[in-house]
């Protein structure tokens, strides 16, 4: 990020903020760091004055919980919202260059409950480096009017991107939507989160449980796939990808659009095709319901040759191979087969041939 576009956003933020004037009294937040934040190297304080220097913004965590980080230009990503700014130096002006600051913010989003954070810029042209940022730990307000000191904490150079995306897409499939994406390259990168919403402006909803572990260093090509089984047919959904590196830093990649399509409204069992087949055949179904799903081959005197599928799966179209093995790995000799689709009260039997 260079000089001129960080503070240009600081700029906005704060004349924005102190433009604007309340007709009510607001709940009211005293928030400060008594010991001081650190510059990149970890070692010296971050500097400033009452008016000018290292920036330090009070952000509401949103509804989602957590702290998400900002964008290129140093905006709130996510559900994140900056409450207010202040500079380093502000409310202890002894010595502007301790990282210290103090000051009493006034906000609609500072009532009991509200969950909150402290974000401190390191500014290119007082570091000598690159702008960096770093976030304190998050504080909960207990009352209209708390104090609270956020302690020290470290700003950090900011991650070059950890991966190099050479594509990232979903489709609709039968029992959801299935993303792909492609990396060339990765640096530090422990791994992946996707984040999902019905519009490009509405709040962002992590949908991976766990993080989709990345390649950390890797200089050759490679491929993920993840499936949202948690959508509804026709209907348009937004797909953001996030990776995360060792140091923690979140870049957010996307939106991928995706328009699913209808959902099997009954249980279907297919014909296999080809029939007669040799040496594969493919079984087509569909299930309207989430179940239990069992699709067993028999043979003609009603013995178990092979399960194919012995699952809990989503409602959707599915489709599965059969090679003329059994259950042992054999291959079965030629003649008529049954297999069977059961799941949840449905069940039903269908016949095919194998010829060697």
Do not use: C
Request: hydrophobic residues 35%; glycine residues 10%; negative net charge.
């Amino acid at each position: 990020m260079s000089e001129k576009i960080f503070w240009r956003m600081s700029l906005v933020v704060i004349l924005g903020l102190v433009g604007g004037s309340f007709a009510q009294v607001l709940p009211t937040f005293f928030g400060k760091s008594t010991t001081g934040v650190y510059g990149i190297d970890g070692q010296s304080r971050l500097r400033g004055s009452s008016a000018g220097g290292d920036l330090v913004q009070l952000i509401w965590v949103g509804e989602n919980g957590r702290i998400d980080s900002p964008d290129e230009f140093g905006n709130a990503t996510a559900d994140d919202v900056i409450v207010d700014s202040v500079h380093v130096g502000y409310g202890y002006p002894a010595n502007a260059n301790e990282g210290k600051f103090g000051k009493t913010f006034s906000h609609e989003l500072l009532a009991p409950g509200a969950i909150v954070y402290m974000r401190a810029w390191n500014a290119a042209h007082i570091s000598g480096f690159e702008t960096s940022y770093g976030d304190s730990d998050v504080h909960e307000i207990l009352a209209d009017f708390e104090e609270h000191d956020f302690g020290s904490w470290s700003v950090l150079p900011r991650d070059p991107y950890p991966i190099e995306l050479a594509a990232f897409s979903g489709q609709s499939i039968g029992n959801g939507v299935e993303l792909r994406w492609v990396t060339e390259s990765e640096t530090e990168n422990l791994g992946f989160h996707v984040y999902r919403s019905g519009n490009t402006k509405s709040v962002r909803e992590q949908i991976s449980d766990q993080m989709i572990q990345g390649a950390v260093n890797s200089q050759t090509r490679n491929e993920y796939i993840y499936t949202d089984r948690s959508v509804e047919g026709n209907n348009l959904y937004f797909y953001w990808l996030a990776d995360i590196s060792t140091t923690g830093h979140i870049t957010l990649h996307g939106p991928a659009k995706v328009e699913t399509s209808d959902m099997p409204q009954e249980y279907v069992l297919k014909n296999n095709y080809p029939n007669p087949f040799n040496p594969t055949t493919r079984i087509d179904y569909s299930i309207k319901d989430q179940g239990y799903v069992r699709l067993t081959i028999y043979n003609i005197t009603g013995q178990i040759v092979r399960r194919l599928v012995d699952r809990m799966q989503f409602v959707g179209s599915y489709t599965v191979e059969w090679d003329g093995l059994d259950s042992q790995g054999i291959s079965v000799p030629s003649g008529t087969y049954l297999y069977t689709l059961e799941v949840n009260d449905f069940k039903q039997t269908r016949k095919m041939t194998f010829m060697k």
